[in-house]
């Protein structure tokens, strides 16, 4: 990859589950989306929402139900709509090749380097599992920043719970989706997708003023 992705780097593979849709065009370059379906380790999966330039893709035949491994980077944006502020994220697709076998490998891998921009929230389940919530800002071109909802477990979690805005953190883990129920109002309730990174290993960059130059946890 070039130098524009050091600091956000996707890898995924899996299958299309959705039709190929236009999302928006930017200078005449129009881009589509569509969901992957990427599988764990466990029988779950999670379902990702994919943005690609048409002009990636013209000599593909790509349709529901193909296989293919994407790189690219995790990209998040606001919607505004007559309902208020929502957060959109999608991969960002950067190449893709088609795949013919089904046993994919290493299929959901995310790299990223930001800064934390709101503080975290520790917490514990009703099952006792300990978790923090951090929004990471990712630094992108032309004075943009991608922010990105991760969740850290375990002892990392007790340990980013007591970071601060403003560090600044390098994460590897998975991009994964989850449902939920929004009450819309007393007879409504309907079910909403969240997307979120789940951390496997981060290391905190020490400023330059202090000793360490950096603080892994994994």
Not at 43 to 70: A, F, H, P, Q, W
Not at 132 to 145: E, G, H, Q
Not at 199 to 217: A, L, R, W, Y
């Amino acid at each position: 990859m070039d130098n524009i992705n050091v600091n956000n780097e996707v890898h995924l593979a899996g299958q299309i589950y959705s039709k190929l849709t236009p999302s928006h065009e930017v200078y005449g370059e129009r881009f589509l989306t569509f969901c992957l379906r990427v599988p764990r380790l466990s029988d779950i999966c999670d379902y990702i929402n994919i943005t690609v330039s048409e002009r990636l893709i013209k000599t593909m035949e790509l349709n529901e139900g193909d296989y293919v491994e994407i790189d690219g980077q995790f990209r998040s944006y606001n919607n505004y709509s007559s309902v208020g502020n929502r957060l959109i994220l999608t991969v960002f697709a950067r190449d893709i090749i088609p795949l013919y076998d089904e046993n994919l490998k290493n299929p959901n891998y995310i790299y990223l380097n930001g800064f934390i921009c709101k503080t975290p929230i520790y917490r514990i389940t009703p099952f006792g599992r300990e978790i923090t919530d951090i929004l990471v800002a990712v630094n992108r071109a032309y004075n943009k920043s991608d922010y990105m909802p991760c969740i850290a477990w375990g002892r990392n979690a007790r340990f980013s719970g007591n970071l601060m805005v403003g560090d600044n953190i390098k994460i590897w883990g998975r991009i994964q989706s989850r449902e939920y129920q929004k009450k819309i109002s007393e007879e409504e309730t309907i079910t909403k997708t969240a997307f979120e990174i789940s951390i496997s290993k981060m290391e905190v960059m020490q400023k330059e003023n202090e000793q360490d130059s950096e603080s892994e946890i994994s």
